[in-house]
């Protein structure tokens, strides 16, 4: 079983940075995109920002210019390096593999447990 397991969230002020990585684990052989969401009150899963196995990005348009999305295809681990910080930014962060081939076979929609990041004004 794919194991994932985010760190690096906090309390920042509103312009400050944080970075996010999420380190997957489990007899891993690849995994295809990686991705980071995040939910905050009230609102429903947004999709932050994805990276492909060959390092293409993709992000939300509202954190577009302030994110980037990296990965270390060696130790399995994704990174979201997060700048210009905003209050509305402040949410639960996710970490998600659609696809991960292991030594067991292939493991779909794997989601990490989540790491608060809170931004004040």
């Known amino acids: 079983q794919v194991q994932l397991v985010e760190s690096g969230g906090g309390l920042v002020q509103a312009g400050g940075s944080l970075r996010l990585s999420c380190a997957a684990s489990?007899?891993?052989?690849?995994?295809?995109?990686m991705n980071w969401y995040r939910r905050a009150p009230g609102k429903q899963h947004e999709l932050v920002a994805r990276?492909?196995?060959?390092?293409?990005?993709t992000y939300s348009d509202s954190v577009k210019g302030r994110f980037t999305i990296s990965r270390d295809n060696a130790k399995n681990t994704v990174f979201l390096q997060m700048n210009s910080l905003k209050p509305e930014d402040t949410a639960v962060y996710y970490c998600?593999?659609?696809?991960?081939?292991?030594?067991?076979?292939?493991?779909?929609?794997?989601w990490g447990q989540g790491t608060q990041v809170t931004v004040s004004s």
């Open positions: 998600n593999t659609p696809r991960a081939t292991t030594s067991r076979g292939v493991e779909f929609d794997s």
């Open positions: 489990g007899n891993i052989i690849s995994i295809d995109d």
């Open positions: 990276i492909t196995s060959g390092g293409s990005t």
